[in-house]
């Protein structure tokens, strides 16, 4: 406790023990010899500034306050100022507190602070740059797993492809031994009466067996044309080839080609606006289409029944629609028709392979269009193949 002029009338045992002064020695001292040399001169003026205006407060806050013990050493403290009247004279408390060791404390904890600070943020560049390895390394193995699986999947798929050819190499082999078995036993057959007519000279039997062995050829032609289509679609080998076709002359051909192959008393009768008068597409793969389809219509048909071939224009589309008043397909066989070697139930023994469907609407899909049918059995059925154009 010090009085107006800064002279110290009290202090405490533990005063003494921190600045290191003997019991009462330090009462008489000025409180300016408690403080460093070169703090002395200013702290005279803000005792002054207290004085004036006296309140309980913390000294130099935000500051490091530092003491003067009595055998020069310095060291850091913590004030607190208080202040009480005693004869109308003001005397000043301060309770001083030794703050070396928690100074000390405060600075290690800083430095090891640092020190932690460093280490981390060394090891956090460690963290990142092997980070970086092992991203580069699984970059490297996923792109390495993604070739193998490709590879893997990509051998999968020709195996698949392969197995598949196998088959229908299998199914087509034990569907041609039997297929063939007919119309070459009528060729054979035929073409033994042939010589008995000719010997009696009964030209009309004769021309009749020659009709037979002309259709039965016809016959495994197609069968062979079927196969040949589906291992070429099979194996991804049908090149499509865009022209320019004039639809009159396209459809004559058709017609004159097919013609001989129609039961007695069929016609095929065409309607199809005239504009526009050509399309571009494939000409092989569209014939072959249409080929397909009118053969069915005519197969499926009993003889007198016609033909009606429709070909129209919508928006962005030609229609080409075949119509027949034929057999018809039962109602449960609708969802099959287009599966490869299917037969329709009420087929008997019209020959077929069960294979041109499949064809067509292949055929019609690499043209970018589709195959669509309607029918009601034993009234007819129409098929409608649609192209952009
Ligand atoms: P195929 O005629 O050689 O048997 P397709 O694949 O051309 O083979 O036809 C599959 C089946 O669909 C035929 O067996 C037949 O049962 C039925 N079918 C196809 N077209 C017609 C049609 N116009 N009328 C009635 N049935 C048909």
Redesign the pocket.
């Known amino acids: 406790m010090v009085d107006e002029e800064g002279k110290i009338v009290v202090s405490n045992p533990v005063a003494e023990q921190i600045f290191g002064y003997e019991l009462n020695e330090m009462i008489g001292l000025s409180m300016e010899q408690l403080l460093p040399e070169q703090f002395r001169s200013g702290h005279v003026s803000l005792r002054k500034g207290f004085n004036n205006n006296p309140s309980p407060r913390r000294m130099g806050t935000g500051r490091d306050l530092t003491a003067l013990r009595k055998d020069g050493k310095e060291f850091p403290v913590e004030v607190s100022l208080s202040f009480t009247r005693y004869n109308q004279k003001l005397l000043v408390m301060a309770f001083i507190s030794d703050v070396s060791l928690s100074k000390k404390a405060q600075e290690a904890l800083k430095r090891s602070e640092e020190q932690l600070l460093m280490y981390a943020a060394e090891l956090e560049k460690k963290v990142e740059m092997r980070t970086e390895a092992l991203n580069n390394m699984v970059g490297e193995l996923e792109k390495e797993v993604l070739e193998r699986k490709k590879a893997m999947l990509e051998t999968r798929k020709a195996l698949e492809k392969e197995r598949e050819l196998n088959e229908l190499k299998s199914k087509f082999v034990s569907l041609a031994s039997h297929e063939f078995r007919t119309p070459l036993s009528t060729i054979m057959s035929s073409a033994s009466l042939i010589n008995q007519y000719k010997e009696k000279s009964e030209w009309d039997k004769v021309d009749r067996h020659v009709h037979r062995i002309k259709s039965s050829v016809g016959h495994l032609t197609n069968i062979l044309n079927d196969f040949l289509s589906l291992g070429k679609l099979e194996e991804g080998k049908v090149e499509v080839k865009i022209e320019e076709i004039d639809l009159h002359s396209f459809f004559q051909e058709i017609e004159e080609d097919l013609r001989p192959t129609l039961k007695s008393g069929q016609q095929i009768l065409l309607d199809y606006q005239s504009k526009p008068k050509s399309i571009r597409t494939d000409s092989r793969i569209l014939r072959n289409v249409l080929f397909?389809l009118i053969s069915?219509?005519s197969?499926?048909s009993e003889e007198g029944k016609n033909i009606y071939i429709k070909c129209d224009f919508g928006e962005n589309e030609i229609n080409f629609s075949i119509r027949?008043e034929?057999?018809?397909?039962p109602e449960q066989d609708l969802k099959h028709?287009f599966e490869r070697f299917?037969?329709?139930t009420n087929?008997g023994n019209i020959q077929?392979?069960?294979?041109?469907?499949?064809i067509v609407k292949r055929y019609a899909e690499l043209l970018q269009g589709q195959v669509t049918f309607s029918?009601e059995y034993t009234k007819g059925?129409t098929?409608t193949i649609s192209l952009p154009i």
Do not use: M
């Open positions: 397909n069915n219509a197969k499926y027949d034929g057999i018809g397909i028709i299917f037969r329709a087929a077929g392979t069960g294979l041109g469907l499949n029918s059925s098929f």
